[in-house]
């Protein structure tokens, strides 16, 4: 159907998202509590494995010591009340810098103290008459002619909003990973991983910094003979950990060094250097423009060094000259590293 004579895209607001079961919930609380003992016990495990402090504390835009809301907003989710994960995605503006309940740059707003009142739903949805328009528009340019494959299709969980748009739930932060997904479609890489999963019948992926996981989220579904691996920040992967495990209940995950097979893996960053093998494909999507210059030599060396198979590939995207959505980022894709 020619989508110019769609009937007008449905608001979906907090009323239309699906509620976490008491497993969920007792699922969230058993993440949760990792994460906290992963801040724990950083210091030690550091010390333990004489792990280079530079490299594997948090610096620049994730210092602890950087004026931001991080660790306050971590430490909000970390108590995994019910309450708090229902507005999980309106929570998580610190990764795209978009104000998910606002519909609007997240810049000046605290998403660690928002208060979440019994008129949310309602303000969410005069906000999203008023501006999301431009998001609907955009998606619908970035996804004309795209494979149904190569659509980012967040579920109706965890507080997501915006306008169903050809069954796909559309707000600024779903064109921002669209955008992303279309870069690896375009770039070749996409081809280049189903004959690789063709050929081998495995693919092994390595995300730096991975948001809170709709990257990977979309990954799974398009490539579900993929062995995942997101490194960050235990604080960060909290949240990557939190949107993956619930909406995807079945889907096979790991922690730690152990080993994903066809799952995901979520690694603390101060865990990278004791990786135990390659990887086919490693992507950093802006993480490390917010990293230190130090640590973005290191995990250069890492890439080069320890993780990049021959004949793998690095995949980054960088800022590039905005002339409206579809053309705002630049992806970088080499079988070799230049940060």
């Known amino acids: 159907m020619n989508r110019m004579l769609q009937p007008s895209p449905r608001p979906v607001l907090l009323r239309d998202n699906r509620r976490l079961c008491?497993?969920?919930?007792?699922?969230?609380?058993?993440?949760?509590?990792?994460?906290l003992e992963w801040v724990r016990d950083r210091e030690a495990y550091i010390e333990r494995h004489a792990v280079d402090r530079r490299f594997a504390l948090p610096d620049a835009n994730?210092?602890?010591?950087?004026?931001?809301?991080f660790v306050r907003l971590f430490q909000r989710v970390a108590q995994a009340d019910a309450q708090t994960l229902a507005h999980f995605r309106g929570l998580a503006q610190v990764f795209s810098g978009y104000s998910l309940y606002r519909v609007?740059?997240?810049?000046?707003?605290?998403?660690?103290?928002?208060e979440l009142s019994a008129t949310l739903d309602q303000e969410i949805a005069e906000r999203l008459a008023q501006q999301n328009r431009i998001h609907i528009e955009d998606w619908r340019r970035m996804t004309n002619g795209l494979p149904r494959r190569f659509l980012f299709t967040p579920p109706a969980l965890l507080g997501e909003v915006g306008h169903e748009v050809d069954g796909v739930i559309v707000n600024s932060d779903t064109c921002t990973y669209q955008e992303r997904i279309n870069l690896v479609y375009a770039s070749g890489l996409a081809d280049w991983l189903d004959e690789k999963l063709k050929t081998s019948g495995a693919v092994r992926v390595a995300e730096i910094g991975g948001g809170y996981g709709a990257l990977c989220h979309w990954f799974m579904q398009a490539y579900p003979g993929a062995s995942y691996t997101i490194i960050d920040l235990p604080e960060s992967l909290l949240f990557s950990r939190l949107y993956v495990s619930l909406s995807w209940?079945?889907?096979?995950?790991t922690v730690g060094l152990e080993r994903a097979h066809q799952g995901v893996r979520f690694v603390p960053n101060y865990m990278a250097e004791q990786l135990p093998e390659r990887f086919d494909l490693v992507i950093n999507t802006l993480s490390m423009s917010e990293m230190s210059d130090y640590q973005i030599r290191r995990y250069a060396d890492l890439i080069k060094r320890a993780w990049l198979k021959d004949g793998g590939f690095f995949f980054r995207t960088k800022p590039g000259q905005p002339q409206g959505r579809p053309a705002m980022r630049r992806a970088s894709v080499t079988a070799g590293v230049s940060v």
């Open 249 to 253: 209940p079945n889907l096979a995950t």
């Open 22 to 35: 008491a497993a969920q919930l007792a699922r969230a609380k058993a993440i949760c509590d990792e994460a």
């Open 104 to 114: 609007c740059n997240g810049y000046g707003f605290s998403a660690a103290t928002m």
């Open 62 to 69: 994730w210092s602890h010591d950087a004026p931001n809301e």
